[in-house]
């Protein structure tokens, strides 16, 4: 299958981030998949649930690694973004789900009923070997955060494993934010543990204090296989943009 018919439009994937060149968008897809795989060493068969899936960015460069028996869910609560999904991705591979959730976000959706705390995933328990939030923790309040920890808990297999990207707020980062060498300047304070690039909209863009992020890992019984910092907080190194958590049930 060429893939790349999957690109959606630009006023759809300019949603998810500043990707009005269209090979940017399919080859930073490609390259974050391919981590993915490998990190989390995903095999064709397993079942892979993408919370905050977006307009299937990261989906689309499954289709061809998963076979007949592996499985692509994809959930997130912007219907825009979903629709393109089901419309274009479930209308060709129907192993590729895509469910909405009614979940309120100040930058994503609005019109959302539901706060964070109230959303129950429409999934089974211990139903999924690999979770994935790309850039979308970097979307949500600590409080939301803890949420979606437990709802991921519930719905991951015994040994499940559990990508997340962030943006890590520490003595590190906080130096080089004051001395401008960030590349982003999440400079406005929220509360004691939590910055935002945008003060009236602070889910544009939020940086968290690592230590609270880590407790609320193991306050829900979250392993902590690995931190893979990003290069959000210089302009001199190179790599993936945002921190990555690989925690394991
Ligand atoms: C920056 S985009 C990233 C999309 C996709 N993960 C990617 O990497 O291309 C953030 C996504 O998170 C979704 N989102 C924001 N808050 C959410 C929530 N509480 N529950 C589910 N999805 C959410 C948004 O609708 C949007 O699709």
């Known amino acids: 299958m060429e893939i790349k018919k999957l690109i959606p439009a630009p006023e759809i994937r300019n949603w998810t981030g500043p990707f009005d060149d269209k090979e940017y968008y399919f080859n930073l897809g490609k ?8 990190w989390l060493s995903v095999k064709p068969d397993q079942k892979i649930l993408d919370i905050g899936c977006g307009c299937g960015r990261i989906a689309i460069h499954f289709f061809n690694y998963l076979n007949k028996q592996g499985q692509y869910i ?7 973004l979903l629709s393109y999904c089901a419309d274009n991705i479930s209308a060709i591979n129907n192993n590729f789900q895509f469910k909405f959730i009614d979940a309120y976000n100040g930058s994503y959706s609005r019109d959302g009923e539901l706060k964070c705390q109230d959303i129950i995933f429409p999934i089974e328990d211990e139903s999924v070997d690999i979770v994935i939030m790309w ?12 949420a979606y920890l437990k ?7 015994k040994g499940g494993v559990f990508i997340s990207s962030f943006n890590l707020y ?3 980062i906080s130096n080089q934010i004051k001395m401008e060498k960030a590349y982003l300047d999440i400079k406005y304070r929220i509360n004691e543990n ?6 009236e909209t ?12 880590k407790e609320l890992y193991w306050k829900n019984e979250f392993l902590i296989r690995e931190i893979k910092y990003g290069i959000w907080s210089s302009k001199e190194l190179v790599g993936e943009f945002h921190d990555c958590i690989i925690a394991q049930k």
Request: glycine share 4%.
């Open 170 to 172: 520490n003595k590190f």
């Open 194 to 199: 939590s910055y935002s690039l945008n003060k």
């Open 31 to 38: 390259q974050q998949s391919e981590k993915i795989i490998q």
């Open 202 to 213: 602070p889910e544009k863009g939020f940086a968290h204090n690592e230590e609270i992020v």
């Open 74 to 80: 994809g959930i997130d609560s912007n219907k825009k």
């Open 151 to 157: 709802e991921i808990y519930r719905v991951l297999k």
């Open 135 to 146: 850039s979308v923790f970097t979307h949500m309040y600590l409080i939301d955060i803890d």
